[in-house]
């Protein structure tokens, strides 16, 4: 069973680049058969499908969001990971990394880090 | 852009039938999802493409479709029932990801 795990700055400063990393284990990152996300949920709110990254490299990303969002993957460290630029303080939320067997829906979740933007 | 609207709460008693639904208006074109999240944890995968059920989830877990409404059934609610519940779809091509503002189940 496919385990995901996000690394990254817990306090970011405004302005500057969110940087995160999930690490999978129990899968291969490459293979066809899943799919690799990132979502978001600031404190007492809703979920946000920042977006995904196929094992072609192809992405989708959420339209509010595209303009700052990047999201890469390392195959040699069985890793992908999610860049946001130009952060604010409505960007401060747990943010999940996500493996999904399917397009449409999301069966493997991290446990989440939350991430700070403040000075 | 695309939204999916839940009712913010739905509360039922021990033993009781809680329904909580999501609208949209791309849900007779695009499946709906649904997932529950207790407070500190991921979500969890509870209904797919509508109305069936992964495997580990309940049976009390059910769920439906009539046009632009989707409804997720919990039938027997148990106390350990209580969370948050998301509903997520997709735009009419597909391509985005859409959830809903999630409904809080209170079980009295």
């Known amino acids: 069973q496919v385990q995901l795990q996000e690394s990254g700055p817990g306090l970011v400063k405004p302005s500057q680049t969110l940087s995160l990393t999930c690490t999978v284990s129990g899968g291969s990152i490459s293979s066809g058969s899943y799919y690799w996300s990132w979502i978001r949920q600031p404190a007492g709110k809703g979920l946000e499908w920042i977006g995904r990254i196929y094992t072609s490299g192809s992405t989708n990303y959420n339209p509010s969001l595209k303009s700052r969002v990047t999201i890469s993957v390392d195959t040699s460290k069985n890793q992908f990971s999610l860049k946001l630029s130009s952060v604010t303080a409505a960007d401060t939320a747990v943010y999940y990394c996500v493996g999904s067997t399917s397009i449409n829906y999301f069966d493997y979740w991290g446990q989440g880090t939350l991430v700070t933007v403040s000075s | 852009s695309y939204e999916l609207t839940q009712p913010p709460s739905v509360s039922v008693s021990p033993g009781q039938t809680a329904r909580i639904t999501c609208s949209g208006d791309?849900?007779?074109?695009?499946?709906a999802y649904w997932y529950q999240q207790k407070p500190g944890q991921a979500p969890v995968l509870v209904i797919y493409?509508?109305?069936e059920r992964p495997s580990g989830i309940p049976e009390r877990f059910s769920g439906s479709s009539s046009g632009t409404t989707v409804t997720l059934t919990i039938s027997g609610v148990q106390a350990e029932d209580e969370a948050d519940y998301y509903c997520?779809?997709?735009?009419?091509?597909?391509?985005?990801?859409?959830f809903g503002g999630g409904t809080k189940l209170t079980v009295l």
């Open positions: 791309a849900l007779p074109k695009q499946y």
């Open positions: 493409k509508d109305s």
């Open positions: 997520q779809s997709a735009d009419s091509s597909g391509t985005w990801v859409v």
